[in-house]
């Protein structure tokens, strides 16, 4: 299983949406990758891979989960220190 940072994300449109399902891509340009939030999550789901932010305050690392609602599309969020926080949307947009 690779553990993966991540740097940039992609939004619907490319807007700033302060939501957590419109998060289309992830990424890290200097590691040459881009995926989609489906690639992602099943990946996750699949235990393939393990995707991480680096919090820049702190420098702790805040994992990327699956959040899943009941009659709602999973998405995309960060966990860290035993909460689900939004440090994904942080992140600069990927280019």
């Known amino acids: 299983m690779a553990d993966v940072v991540v740097t940039c994300i992609t939004t619907s449109?490319?807007?700033?949406?302060p939501s957590h399902e419109h998060i289309t891509h992830i990424g890290n340009p200097a590691a040459g990758w881009r995926?989609?939030?489906?690639?992602?999550?099943?990946?996750?789901?699949?235990?393939t891979n393990t995707f991480y932010v680096v919090d820049?305050?702190?420098?702790?690392?805040?994992?990327?989960?699956?959040?899943?609602?009941?009659?709602?599309?999973?998405?995309?969020?960060?966990?860290?220190?035993?909460?689900?926080?939004?440090?994904?949307?942080s992140l600069p947009r990927c280019t």
């Open 13 to 17: 449109a490319g807007l700033f949406i």
């Open 35 to 47: 995926w989609t939030k489906e690639q992602v999550i099943a990946s996750i789901d699949a235990k």
């Open 56 to 89: 820049s305050a702190s420098g702790k690392r805040a994992y990327v989960g699956v959040y899943r609602q009941s009659g709602r599309p999973a998405w995309l969020q960060t966990y860290a220190d035993g909460v689900w926080n939004n440090n994904l949307l």
